[in-house]
């Protein structure tokens, strides 16, 4: 066994450094901030994203939506300090006033409400965005063309339940049209549920549309997955349904969101044989990297920890009562080093 060891700490070594990008959302740093929170490490404040670099994150996730406190021009400056660290710039367009998910997906509320307007807007629309990223020194270098679209976006005309895939379909190509005709950011397409190939099939086998979007459009494929939501969301699952997808649709593949609670009571996690701790998130968030590392023909390409650093929201929107890599102080706890390995 002693002999194997080397090997063995090769492997896993080669496993956690295989992906190109390690990161996390940190869209709430700036409103965090403003609330008076500062960050430290080892005792030293420093800005959040130094921290994160320091510990071999590579790359940072903003969300922008058309209205309220996530808006263009927080991102902008946000996106200045992303690329001051020297990390990889991923912009998450959620196309409505606020957030955007598999439960709603509201048209913004100075958008038109039919297809042709609708095409044209988000044309018009992702192209300005991805300009003025550019125009400010800030090129984005991941775009993500929707949040967990599972069930379309811009509802109900691009809601798949109501309409089928074709409206979506439309609304996807004229985004990525928009984004190209600005710039050259890699294109992301955003599901929830990572462990459930059967949905992920169905998305993707209905998504592309001739004179709509196009496989070809399409670069990188990203999924949420979440130890809280669904006794599905297990890493067996996430295994298999991951190794399906490359398989089938030959996309590199991201877990774009993810996180582990240090603290939860009355929840049934889908893991129970790791611990409920900082040692857990480092359990959790390797396990998925080695599934990652481990797809066929390389497609693993990389994962982001949801909003590790959003004090005063340590829940994350989650039934667990915080699931932060740092203090309700901004004080890093060891789990920061998830990682590190990567550096």
């Known amino acids: 066994m002693f002999a194997l060891l080397p090997v063995l700490l090769l492997s896993f070594s080669w496993l956690s450094s295989a992906l190109t990008y390690h990161g996390a959302d940190i869209s709430s740093l700036a409103v965090v901030e403003k609330q008076g929170v500062r960050y430290s490490d080892n005792g030293q404040v ?13 790359a940072a996730r903003i969300r922008i939506w058309t209205a309220g406190d996530y808006n263009l021009q927080y ?6 300090r992303v690329k001051a660290a020297g990390m990889t710039l991923i912009v998450d367009l959620h196309y ?11 048209i913004p509320s100075a958008w038109p409400t039919n297809l042709d307007g609708l095409n044209t ?14 125009n400010q020194g800030t090129p984005i270098d991941i775009l993500q063309v929707g949040n967990e679209i599972n069930n ?31 710039g050259n950011p890699k294109i992301l397409i955003h599901l929830a549920n990572g462990w459930n190939w059967s949905g992920l099939n169905s998305w993707f086998s ?11 459009q399409v670069d990188i494929i990203g999924v949420s997955f979440y130890p809280f939501y669904d006794s599905g969301a297990t890493l067996n699952n996430l295994k298999s349904s991951l190794t399906n997808l490359a398989n089938n649709y030959g996309k590199p593949i991201v877990v774009a969101e993810t996180d582990w609670p240090v603290s939860c009571s009355g929840v049934n996690l889908t893991e129970p044989s790791i611990p409920v701790s900082t040692s857990g998130q480092a359990t959790w968030t390797n396990d998925i990297k080695n599934i990652l590392a481990g797809l066929p023909n390389g497609r693993g ?13 340590a829940n994350l929107g989650s039934s667990c009562a915080d699931n932060l890599l740092v203090t309700s102080s901004g004080a890093t706890r060891d789990s920061i080093n998830i990682f590190s390995a990567d550096m």
């Open 46 to 58: 420093q800005p959040f994203e130094t921290i994160l670099k320091n510990h071999g994150m590579n």
């Open 301 to 313: 390409q990389g994962i982001f920890y949801w909003e590790p650093g959003w004090v005063g929201s």
């Open 206 to 216: 209905g998504v592309y549309v001739p004179g709509a979007l196009q496989a070809s």
């Open 121 to 134: 807007q988000i044309y018009n629309y992702t192209l300005n965005v991805v300009q003025s990223f550019a």
């Open 152 to 182: 379309g976006l811009l509802w109900p005309v691009g809601e798949i339940s109501s309409g089928g895939f074709h409206q979506l379909s439309e609304l996807l190509h004229s985004a990525i049209n928009g984004a190209k005709a600005a």
């Open 75 to 80: 991102g902008l400056a946000l996106a200045k």
């Open 96 to 106: 409505s006033d606020t957030w955007a998910d598999p439960g709603k997906q509201a």
